[in-house]
T-cell receptor
Framework: GAVVSQHPSWVICKSGTSVKIECRSL??????MFWYRQFPKQSLMLMAT?????????EQGVEKDKFLINHASLTLSTLTVTSAHPEDSSFYIC???????????????FGSGTRLTVV | GQNIDQPTEMTATEGAIVQINCTYQ??????LFWYQQHAGEAPTFLSY??LDGLEEKGRFSSFLSRSKGYSYLLLKELQMKDSASYLC??????????WGAGTKLIIKP
């Protein structure tokens, strides 16, 4: 089945530094990548949607200058948390879609998630 | 607005059956997903329904009623490893997933 590889699995960084999270689709072309964050005991919150070769579409309330998304190829998307602060500590998850959808589709494929802790 | 409702937490006994309900309101509808998420891990796909009725897949089944905006996930022969959060997500007319807050299922021996 479809696999999305997400790295790193966890990262601890100092306040004010930047962190880059990568998501790669290993056996399919990810036309669309979704980036989510999840706080403890809460559901997934969509941050942004990116299509290969174009600018990401950010959800309301998500700072695009703080959360930089690059989707330069059909197999790689990155999320960079710039000037991270403790309140950015969260579980970040990517998911990918081939862009086609029909009955029998096995849903969007999720990466394994990145736990970010900013100290 | 768009909204997904599901119970916050449920408790069941090992070997029993449990039904997790989900109601949704979306702008257009392109299907209903159920995902399982263990603590600290990413969600994994369980089922997708876009037509009314019951879809059975081993111990797990999912039901959809489009006219009622209602779905449920049925888990049979519960095992301890089924302890997890179960996320309901409806896909709107733009193929965006609208997520519920998740139902934490606790399995007791």
């Amino acid at each position: 089945g479809a696999v999305v590889s997400q790295h790193p699995s966890w990262v601890i960084c100092k306040s004010g530094t930047s962190v880059k999270i990568e998501c790669r689709s290993l056996d399919f072309q990810a036309t669309t990548m979704f980036w989510y964050r999840q706080f403890p005991k809460q559901s997934l919150m969509l941050m942004a949607t990116s299509n290969e070769g174009s600018k990401a579409t950010y959800e309301q309330g998500v700072e695009k200058d703080k959360f930089l998304i690059n989707h330069a190829s059909l197999t790689l998307s990155t999320l960079t948390v710039t000037s991270a602060h403790p309140e950015d500590s969260s579980f970040y998850i990517c998911s990918a879609s081939e862009g086609t959808f029909s009955i029998g589709h096995y849903g969007y494929t999720f990466g394994s998630g990145t736990r970010l802790t900013v100290v | 607005g768009q909204n997904i409702d599901q119970p916050t937490e449920m408790t069941a006994t090992e070997g029993a059956i449990v039904q997790i309900n989900c109601t949704y309101q979306t702008s257009g509808f392109n299907g209903l997903f159920w995902y399982q998420q263990h603590a600290g891990e990413a969600p994994t796909f369980l089922s997708y329904n876009v037509l009314d009725g019951l879809e059975e897949k081993g111990r797990f089944s999912s039901f959809l009623s489009r006219s009622k905006g209602y779905s449920y996930l049925l888990l049979k022969e519960l095992q301890m490893k089924d302890s997890a959060s179960y996320l309901c997500a409806a896909m709107d007319s733009n193929y965006q997933l609208i997520w519920g807050a998740g139902t934490k299922l606790i399995i007791k021996p």
